[in-house]
């Protein structure tokens, strides 16, 4: 069996810019690329957490150093500049390989700064205020 699973993401990432004009694709900041181990052309989804839109499209490279997370073509209708997103990567493994497989989880800060490299997909951002629980904690312990 081959699952698709959570290869990688980077975490509440600011949106820098929006051109609706542009042919399509995200543009993401070369040194974010290389720290959730995304290539040009790969698809990833976009999840908008400050407005609820969901899309998917394609990573092209951005300026390395710049923190550039730009939204391109009709994507820019759903997500606008200072919107915080969530970019994720999933991967195809075997079942053994997903079993054992730990994703890239990359936490920024405002400016798309790297402040924490993980594996713990549900671990929450580091700095965020008390409320802001992991994700698996969400529903009450009894």
Known sequence: MIRTMLKSKIHRATVTQADLHYV????????????ADLLPGEQVAIVDVTNG????????????GTGVIGING???HLIHPGDLV??????QMTDAEARTYRPRVVHVDAANAIIELGTDPAAAVPGMPDNLLRGDLTVPVP
Do not use: K, P
């Open 53 to 64: 839109a969901r899309l998917e499209t394609y990573v092209i490279a951005g300026r390395r």
């Open 24 to 35: 399509g694709s995200v543009t993401v900041d070369e040194d974010l690329m290389d720290a």
């Open 86 to 91: 969530i970019l994720i990567s999933y991967g």
């Open 74 to 76: 009709a994507a820019a």
